[in-house]
T-cell receptor, first 115, second 114 residues
């Protein structure tokens, strides 16, 4: 089955640690995205990538980093510089980011909690 | 800056009723509007995408309409079922960017009462 997988489902981080969230898709989509969801707020874009080896900052990129070495994978690292990382993180993909009508499809999410 | 609003934040209706969910946006220069469903603790499921040149889209019991000039979209759910209980989110993409710049509303939490 084609789809987007995220791992782990739950992640706990101690203050000062970096953690990496995994996102893999087998939809052959060119574009991938990372969003953060907080209670009572809409999803906010962290980073996006339209093609391998290229990515752009979204609205709230501070304290996060990404890489796009393979078309299928777009890992997100939450660094110790992110002051309030506890949130639900969602990865998405779309067929081609510069074709404006394309739908975004989402993974199941990773819930990150800082201890 | 684009702002997307969904009112009410929560809605409860008896099973079998038809219902309408609302989405409004402040900047009418959009390229498309997408409706999503989110179950508790889960990711988003895409329901419908309306291109800016379209007025509506239908999928099964769902019908979404778009009025760009007034900055509004509605999601109509016919003959509601308990399985429709979820949070419904709308998102718009601006006309001066590609699809990556989606702006989301905060959602309407729908409960269908059996």
């Amino acid at each position: 089955d084609g789809g987007i997988t995220q791992s782990p489902k739950y992640l706990f981080r101690k203050e000062g640690q970096n953690v990496t969230l995994s996102c893999e898709q087998n939809l052959n989509h060119d574009a991938m995205y990372w969003y953060r969801q907080d209670p009572g707020q809409g999803l906010r874009l962290i980073y996006y990538s339209q093609i391998v080896n290229d990515f752009q900052k979204g609205d709230i990129a501070e304290g996060y980093s990404v890489s796009r070495e393979k078309k299928e994978s777009f890992p997100l690292t939450v660094t110790s510089a992110q002051k309030n990382p506890t949130a639900f993180y969602l990865c998405a993909s779309s067929r081609r980011g510069w074709e404006r009508y394309n739908e975004q499809f989402f993974g199941p999410g990773t819930r990150l909690t800082v201890l | 800056k684009q702002e997307v609003t969904q009112i009410p934040a929560a809605l409860s209706v008896p099973e079998g009723e038809n219902l309408v969910l609302n989405c409004s946006f402040t900047d009418s220069a959009i390229y498309n509007l997408q409706w999503f469903r989110q179950d508790p603790g889960k990711g988003l499921t895409s329901l419908l995408l309306i291109q800016s040149s379209q007025r509506e889209q239908t999928s099964g019991r769902l019908n979404a309409s778009l009025d760009k000039s007034s900055g509004r979209s509605t999601l109509y759910i016919a003959a509601s079922q308990p399985g429709d209980s979820a949070t419904y989110l709308c998102a718009v993409s601006p006309s001066n960017f590609g699809n990556e710049k989606l702006t989301f509303g905060t959602g309407t939490r729908l409960t269908i009462i059996p």
